[in-house]
T-cell receptor
Framework: DTGVSQNPRHKITKRGQNVTFRCDPISEHNRLYWYRQTLGQGPEFLTY????????KSRLLSDRFSAERPKGSFSTLEIQRTEQGDSAMYLC?????????????FGPGTRLTVT | DQQVKQNSPSLSVQEGRISILNCDYTNSMFDYFLWYKKYPAEGPTFLISISSIKDKNEDGRFTVFLNKSAKHLSLHIVPSQPGDSAVYFCAASRSNDYKLSFGAGTTVTVRA
């Protein structure tokens, strides 16, 4: 079990550009969550998937954000027309319906800097 | 709105002593509570959890206490070790969606 992985670990982009992040959950974990963390704050929920179905999106997730989880395996989070306020750590977590759904396992995160 | 609050941004404790971290929540629908530990440049790591039907859960040096009437939980680390120096996040969840609501974190520094 290799844990949750996220790529890239760091991304610097200019305002207005599009970026895409990838998350590979623990194998056979059917729930996948995206969170965003800014300096001095705890992670904030963005969206989650059960298998390939996106079940909920936070109101924090503007129309510029889109997430997918094709085939219920890895997930991507895309931000279009990035703004400086999008600068944050984007965290992915997964959990298993065969285990304790409450206990989510996090990846190392992708740090986005928008200049 | 911040449904989970950690009012102490930092805590300094001497090695071997007890660390007590506090957390308050406002949503009475939360029925599961977790503590995560985070080192710099890493994602949060699950530490210990407690269901709302219990008032105490212990795992080695870590004990979590839950006071439902006060909507308060605490994490006790005893004895504290230098490797415990990290940011600790309190999180809460409901059984209908399991998404986590986090506090802002408490930075623990264990002094030798």
């Amino acid at each position: 079990d290799t844990g949750v992985s996220q790529n890239p670990r760091h991304k610097i982009t200019k305002r207005g550009q599009n970026v895409t992040f990838r998350c590979d959950p623990i194998s056979e974990h059917n729930r996948l969550y995206w969170y965003r963390q800014t300096l001095g704050q705890g992670p904030e929920f963005l969206t989650y998937f059960q298998n390939e179905a996106q079940l909920e999106k936070s109101r924090l997730l503007s129309d510029r954000f889109s997430a997918e989880r094709p085939k219920g395996s890895f997930s991507t989070l895309e931000i279009q027309r990035t703004e400086q306020g999008d600068s944050a750590m984007y965290l992915c977590a997964s959990s298993s319906m065969a285990g304790l759904l409450y206990e989510q396992y996090f990846g190392p995160g992708t740090r986005l800097t928008v200049t | 709105d911040q449904q989970v609050k950690q009012n102490s941004p930092s805590l300094s404790v001497q090695e071997g002593r007890i660390s007590i971290l506090n957390c308050d929540y406002t949503n009475s629908m939360f029925d599961y509570f977790l503590w995560y530990k985070k080192y710099p440049a890493e994602g949060p790591t699950f530490l210990i959890s407690i269901s709302s039907i219990k008032d105490k859960n212990e795992d080695g040096r870590f004990t979590v206490f839950l006071n439902k009437s006060a909507k308060h939980l605490s994490l006790h680390i005893v004895p504290s070790q230098p490797g415990d120096s990290a940011v600790y996040f309190c999180a809460a969840s409901r059984s209908n969606d399991y998404k986590l609501s986090f506090g802002a974190g408490t930075t623990v520094t264990v002094r030798a």
